[in-house]
């Protein structure tokens, strides 16, 4: 009974001086809403209604084949506005070391299909989404995001990654 204890004993100590801390992990902060509204401040994400872009579809730019689609999902708010949310799937091309990481990027070409009638789509919009992160041994974030080459996010630490996009 004795080496029983003795057994366990070491076994819980083993796998208590094995824990880790906090300081140890690195934090994934990845998750990026996209919001799309016009100057007046209009949702153009309805999947129905008339002027808004009822078709979505994202295409990963970076990708060793052409044509690769990308994930997102359209979710809506509780007062009912609509918003892309990427997590991830595109490829992270590396851009750059910095004095604590690296810098990387990911291309996502945006399609954006517009209903102008019941029966109608104006032409297909091509538009340019460059997400890039930031790694280091204590975090991999979204830093900044562009849209057709303006910038329309930079990270505020502890806050959601938020990018309105007007069109």
Known sequence: MKKIFLVLTLISLTLLSCGSDDD????IDQLLNLYIKDSSGKDLLKPTKIGSYTGVTFMDQLAEK????????RKMLADSTYYLEYLAGATRQFVEDTDGGKIYKSEIRVS???KISDTQNAPVVQDKLEIFYRSSPNVFEVSRVLYNNQLVFTKVP???NVATIIK
């Open 66 to 73: 052409d044509n690769v689609n990308v994930n997102y999902s």
């Open 112 to 114: 954006l299909t517009k």
């Open 158 to 160: 502890d806050q959601p």
């Open 24 to 27: 140890s992990l690195q934090k």
